[in-house]
């Protein structure tokens, strides 16, 4: 039922009319810095909660023709626990396939990969198929627009613990994009979590975005 | 069978040729001049208006109507036939005003006759083009030389055909000769209209009675090039709005103030059991005051320079494009041309002497 609920979806909004001039082809590419916050339960369901903070770093980019749109996104990071021991490397990958029926509106659907490598060893990996709903309306020019973003799982992968249960986040900030040049900024929020079937884990990351980059959004 | 054809032959040859006595009216007229010079006055008389009589393609030009006219005038006067004479010679001056018999060849008693018709006979005739193209704008002008038998009164007018005056193009005397110029241009001014008018040359005797009237038809051809429409200024709808409704603001208001709210309070939603990060609230802010921000700027009423300056653009191009209209309709309103084709002449007689 889901499935087929994606797929009018997408039958609905590619039958809109396009957003921009069909065939013009638009880029764009962005680096990544942030501040994240991992809290889990990491040494299992009898433990408290932990928490880890770290600096983000990774990419973005997006190439998009008539109202399609396809995103990627790769962020990695080292996450730390305050006064203990505790840390890991956090690694982020999204492969997005987007339609924009109306200007301001864009729907996507696509993977979404985490992993987490403690330094202990071994390496949890979640594996997410997201469907994701984003607006953006202008604020105070074109140039100027803020966004907000909520996404849900739809089917997910663990290779650990019981079983996949769930996800779900939303990302919402503010874009600039200079009037005479291709450059753009973006500042947002982002929270992510993912749990098990048997709820005996759920890893929410956080993330403060800073991003730059340099395309036609 | 064959002495039949031949006979048939023959009878059709006979009957095919010119009779002998038949010529052309060059000769008859050489015929005649030969018996003037022959002092055969009696000959002479017949023969040159039997000349004058030949009509079509074997007539005489009018060069040599001319010289028949002459000669016949001279025969008469010779044979003492005054009243002959002078219609001679009266046809002479209607045919050529200025022309006169030659005293090396004729005597004075014939030169005298002719120089006595010549003062009594007031008769013009004009030169006029057969067909004259005037381009207005290049004070373009119609021309024609009219030549007067004698001094006398005259007159010279266009007319419409409906004998309505269009134009006097001159009134005064007449001596030898005198040009005439037509612009095309009525008593007010105003270009003429395409048709048929009347070119209206009047001699009168001294009472101003009129004696003579020589008319030339005018076939008129007003010829004006088509003018260019103006463009239609932009429309409402291709101007884009350039003062901001409520909505923009409002949107910028609530866009922002709702993001700004979603990103502090959905993240508990999202995430219960999560410490949430404070630095949420910093983007939240960032988030409302751009909103409030956009609000301000986009307030009910206030310019849209970009669209201010998109319509002016739309208006110069507009204004431009009329301007270059109405110059090019200038110059093609300025460019009128008159075809003007003069048909032929008709006398006219008066009362007046």
């Known amino acids: 039922m889901k499935r087929r609920a994606v797929l009018a979806l997408l039958a609905l909004c590619l039958s809109l009319p396009p957003a921009r001039a069909a065939g013009q082809a638009r880029y764009y590419a962005g680096g990544l810095v942030g501040a994240g916050r991992l809290d889990s339960e990491l040494g299992g369901p009898d433990t408290p909660r932990d928490e880890l903070t770290g600096a983000l770093f990774g990419f973005e980019g997006r190439a998009s023709i008539w109202k399609l749109e396809v995103d990627v996104r790769y962020v990695t990071g080292t996450f730390e626990a305050d006064g203990s021991r505790l840390a890991l490397d956090l690694v982020e990958a999204e492969l997005l396939l987007g339609v924009r029926p109306i200007s301001w509106i864009t729907l996507r659907v696509g993977p979404h990969a985490r992993s987490f490598t403690p330094e202990s060893g071994g390496t949890d990996r979640w594996l997410f198929w997201e469907v994701r709903g984003r607006v953006e ?19 997910g992968e663990v290779n650990f613990g019981s079983g996949f249960g769930g996800g779900r986040g939303l990302e919402a900030g503010l874009t600039y994009r200079l009037r005479q040049a291709p450059f753009w900024g973006r500042i947002g929020y982002r929270v992510d979590r993912g749990s098990l079937e048997s709820g005996a884990r759920k890893d929410s990351v956080q993330e403060l975005l800073l991003v730059v980059g340099v395309g036609a959004r | 069978m064959t002495a039949r054809r031949g006979s048939i032959l023959l009878a059709a040859f006979l009957f095919a040729a010119p009779p002998a006595h038949a010529q052309s009216a060059p000769d008859v007229l050489a015929r005649g001049i030969g018996a003037y010079n022959d002092l055969s006055l009696e000959d002479a008389a017949p023969l040159l208006r039997r000349s004058l009589q030949v009509e079509g393609g ?25 009243d002959s004479a002078v219609a001679a010679f009266q046809r002479l001056l209607f045919l050529d005003p200025r022309n006169r018999p030659d ?21 013009v005739v004009a030169r006029v083009p057969p067909e004259t193209d005037l381009q207005l704008s290049a004070s373009d002008r119609f021309s024609a030389w009219v ?5 006398h009164e005259f007159t010279a007018e266009v007319t419409y055909d409906d004998g309505r005056l269009a134009r006097t193009l001159y009134t005064g005397p007449i001596g030898d000769s005198l040009g005439l110029q037509w612009n095309g241009r009525d008593e007010t001014g105003q270009v003429v209209t395409s048709g048929r008018y009347l070119l209206n040359m009047i001699s009168r005797d001294p009472a101003g009675r009129l004696i003579r009237l020589y008319r030339v038809p005018l076939d008129v051809d007003l010829r004006l090039r088509d003018t260019l429409p103006h ?3 932009p429309a409402d709808s291709v101007l884009l709005p350039e003062a901001y409704t409520s909505r923009p603001g409002l949107e910028a208001l609530f866009g922002g103030l709702a993001v700004g709210v979603a990103i502090v309070a959905l993240p508990a939603a999202f995430s219960p059991e999560a410490d949430l990060s404070n630095g949420r609230f910093a983007i939240a802010g960032a988030l409302s005051l751009a909103g409030v921000a956009g609000f301000v700027t986009r307030r009910p009423g206030s310019p849209i320079g970009a669209n201010i ?45």
């Open chain 2, 147 to 151: 030549f007067a038998s004698s001094p």
């Open chain 2, 58 to 82: 074997g007539a005489l030009t009018t060069w040599e109507r001319v010289r028949a006219l002459t000669y016949l005038g001279a025969t008469e006067v010779l044979r003492r036939s005054a």
């Open chain 2, 103 to 123: 005293p090396l060849i004729f005597p004075p008693e014939v030169t005298d006759v002719f120089e006595a018709v010549l003062r009594q006979t007031k008769v």
């Open chain 2, 309 to 353: 300056r998109a319509n002016t653009g739309r208006r110069q191009a507009w204004q431009d494009a009329l301007l270059a209209v109405q110059e090019e309709n200038a110059g093609r309103r300025r460019d009128v041309r008159l075809v003007i084709r003069s048909g032929p002449a008709v006398r006219i007689e008066g009362t007046g002497r």
């Open chain 1, 137 to 155: 309306p202008a604020v105070l020019a074109p140039q100027l627009r803020t966004y907000f973003e909520i996404w849900a799982a739809v089917a």
């Open chain 2, 231 to 233: 463009p239609e200024p």
